[in-house]
């Protein structure tokens, strides 16, 4: 399956990508099916029904808010936060939802279906829209949200970049092992190998620039912003923003870092911490390749561009160029759906796409690339996804803060070496898959196993 690097990386809103971008595109989409087919002038009711995950932890994801918007004509790479919160309450204050430019009866609390013991077979993220006029049915259909914001529908399989033409990218790839057969057959690095490749879907090299451009701003921002926030998160659990006080303690103590040479590692804790609480906060991130884990590559990347010698923006799109190939392997040969695998398919692939992208930043070779790959997920095998009140706040903003820390470490660990190593990233991933499936769904994005019960949530 060959990916642009921007299905990889997308400008969304928080809390989640499976839970919020995806079930958002898909209303999207039912939308658009309706004006094809000329019914949407003619809708009276809408009904969705949320199956499996969607159901369990669509409550604290966001996910009847994603509906609402997307039934709304709003997209996720375009609705400001603001209006997210806006519109969602008018909708639930008066019960009415625009569609098509008409107002239409819609009371989220009986027009969405939370069906906590139901799972479709495709996947456990499912949502079944339904459309009326008066009580005939008009169109239904079913939606999967498979992780990263990705959605697919019934009948569908998944889309792949193509060029213009309806032609494969030059360098089509499925395997690590594929990917560093072809860098070495045509003397390229992994990034030149995927910007030749994105170059042959967009069409235009200053657009992929200026795309790579715009997915590094949007990172920033959302550092920037979550270092400026300060209060409590929503939801409910009462968690503390902690990004705000920690930028202020570290840029007071500036001769700190003389006296401590592991200083770095806080500044890195810090963009992480500051992105997630964006994303739970229902903020604008980039879908990194998940919102869960949207604060790691941010983190090492931020790393890389403020504290590694040399660094360049030509850098800084080798990086993000690196990290999507190394993310569309874990998408075609495992998952990087919590619902899933758990979060060793967010937070695990994240660490590892950000380990192979520093190590080619900082001058690695193709086989050193693979080799920080394969590290950053090795030790992240078998991590639950267990949020408490199915809300992305604990573990998973601190779970950045880890995961950032470990990709660097990977890096680094994979630059003393040669590349040559026991466990390839292939196996690492094929573990990983495997994994995923043998773990129970109390672990799979469902808050019904793990910290989701172990802690107190008041
Ligand atoms: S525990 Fe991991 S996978 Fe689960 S919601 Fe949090 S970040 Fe995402």
Redesign the pocket.
Known sequence: MQLSIFDLFKVGVGP?SSHTVGPMWAMCRFLKRLTRSGFLDQVERLEVHLYGSLALTGKGHGTDRAVILGLSGCRPDRVLPAEVVSIFNQVCSRKELVVGGRIIGFDPVQHIGFHHFETLPRHPNGIRVEAYSSDRLLDHREYFSVGGGFVVEEGEVEAVALDANGAAPPYPFTTAIQLLELCNLNNLTVSQLMLENELSIQGDKQVVLQMLDRIWQVMEESIERGCKQEGILPGGLGIRRRAKSLFEDLKSRPEAALRDPLAAIDWVSLYALAVNEENAAGGRVVTAP?N??AGVIPAVLAYYMRFMHGASQKGMREFLATAAAIGMLYKHNASIS?AEV??Q???GVACSMAAGALAGAMGGSCEQIENAAEIGMEHNLGMT???IGGL?QV??IE?NTMGAIKAINAARLALRGDGQHRVSLDSVIETMHQTGIDMQSKYK?TSQGGLAVNVVEC
Do not use: H, K, L, Y
């Open positions: 989640s998940t869960g884990a919590a758990g979060c398919g967010e937070i996804c267990d949020p992305v573990p998973c779970r994005e």
